[in-house]
């Protein structure tokens, strides 16, 4: 059955200390890794499309990688409007999108 | 660009009347659009997936009469609750897939909370 798992489901940093969100998947056929970042009461807002494992993306403060099994988002020095739910999401073979439950990331100040 | 809009942003209803949500993709035409619902703390669920002049494809157990989607053109598409009862509140989203572009890259609308009374 095809999964997409996140943790931890919630974070907590100070302001400037680094850390990584992890996703991991288990689908046929992966046609590509996404990560969104979601705010409150809002859709999702895209990252980053990740298609093939030794994949690296960077934005910012962001950076997504991408393995056979799992992906992660590194957070460097992190800001408190990095605070946010970020999910990620794999579309399998079948043009299937399935998302993650996501990841809150709390940064204090 | 790529964005997704929707309208309303928030409705309020009483349970057994109807609730029209649209979907319009403003900078771009839409090959697909996706329809999502999310309850609170919890991931995006697809409800639907629709094509442009043909009939949407529901997923499993999502009732195709109750959740009425029409894709008249290539940047409108609506989702229609109808007879809505309070356990069909919840927060809806629509994405759109360019035209041209990548099937997987979805553009997220920002959501429509419906709450049923």
């Known amino acids: 059955e095809d999964q997409v798992t996140q943790s931890p489901e919630a974070l907590r940093l100070q302001e400037g200390e680094s850390s990584s969100l992890n996703c991991s998947y288990t689908?046929?056929?992966?046609?590509?890794l996404f990560w969104y970042r979601q705010d409150p009461g809002k859709g999702p807002e895209f990252l980053f499309t990740?298609?093939?494992a030794g994949e690296e993306k960077e934005k910012e403060r962001l950076k997504a990688t991408l393995t056979k099994k799992e992906s992660f988002l590194h957070i460097t020095a992190p800001k408190p409007e990095d605070s946010a739910t970020y999910l990620c999401?794999?579309?399998?073979?079948?043009?299937?999108?399935?998302f993650g439950a996501g990841t809150r990331l709390f940064v204090k100040a | 660009g790529a964005v997704v809009s929707q309208h309303p942003s928030r409705v309020i209803c009483k349970s057994g009347t109807s609730v029209k949500i649209e979907c319009r993709s403003l900078?771009?035409?839409?090959?697909?659009m996706f329809w999502y619902r999310q309850f609170p703390k919890q991931s995006l669920m697809l409800m639907a997936t629709?094509?442009?002049?043909?009939?949407?494809?529901?997923e499993q157990g999502v009732e195709k009469d109750k959740f009425l989607i029409n894709h008249a053109s290539l940047t409108l598409s609506t989702l229609t609750v109808t007879s809505a009862h309070p356990e069909d509140s919840s927060f809806y989203i629509c994405?759109?897939?360019?035209?041209?572009?990548?099937?997987?890259?979805?553009?997220f609308g920002p959501g429509t909370r419906l709450t049923v009374l």
């Open positions: 994405s759109a897939a360019k035209y041209g572009g990548s099937y997987n890259e979805q553009f």
């Open positions: 689908v046929s056929g992966l046609r590509g």
């Open positions: 990740l298609y093939s």
């Open positions: 999401a794999a579309t399998t073979g079948g043009f299937k999108t399935i």
């Open positions: 900078d771009f035409q839409a090959t697909t």
């Open positions: 629709s094509n442009e002049g043909s009939k949407a494809t529901y």
